[in-house]
């Protein structure tokens, strides 16, 4: 088996093992971010949650919703944070059909370092679009994954699709 080496992901995720509390975790450094520098991944800021996209993304635009209080029980979300999770979701969803035009999705949350979380201390949750045939030859064989679009580009597409929906559009009934 072929292996691509990316000791860059490693060297991130490490980097906040040695501080302590919020200011050491890469979610609350976003969560403080400006989104209007245009150095975050993150593109909205909701009152309990944000939504940022995933660095290391498993495809083409691979996103995630996070609480923005430092918690990693999920059991610890308040209803409103909760809430606010569930309508963000089908909002990105929504967003991510408008732009990219998906066959289905991944959604979901690894709760705790067993269950495969690289960053266990601030739950966050996934959403990675998936197409009939994503997993082509490159994975397959070379265990490559191909990510086709920038993520700044990404970024910047999914948070305009994201600003064109009405809260009527995501309401949840």
Not at 39 to 47: A, I, R, S, V
Not at 91 to 117: C, D, Q, R, T, W
Not at 156 to 162: C, E, P
Request: hydrophobic fraction near 40%; glycine fraction near 6%; charge should be negative.
């Amino acid at each position: 088996m072929e292996k691509l080496w990316s000791p860059w992901r490693s060297q991130y995720i490490d980097s906040f093992k040695d501080k302590k509390g919020d200011e050491g975790c890469v979610f609350c450094r976003e969560n403080n971010a400006e989104p209007e520098t245009g150095e975050t991944m993150k593109f909205y800021e909701g009152k309990h949650c944000f939504i940022m996209m995933n660095l290391y993304p498993y495809n083409n635009g691979h996103v995630m919703v996070v609480p923005r209080r430092h918690l990693s029980d999920f059991s610890d979300l308040s209803e409103e944070e909760m809430n606010e999770v569930m309508s963000l979701v089908k909002k990105v969803i929504k967003a991510l059909k408008m732009i990219m035009k998906p066959h289905g999705f991944n959604f979901g949350a690894n709760l705790g370092k067993a269950a495969g979380a690289g960053i266990d201390q601030h739950l966050h949750f996934h959403i990675v679009p998936r197409w009939n045939g994503d997993t082509n030859f490159m994975p397959a064989l070379g265990e490559i994954k191909v990510i086709s679009q920038d993520l700044l580009t990404t970024r910047d597409n999914l948070a305009a699709a994201f600003r064109s929906i009405t809260e009527e559009e995501i309401e949840i009934k």
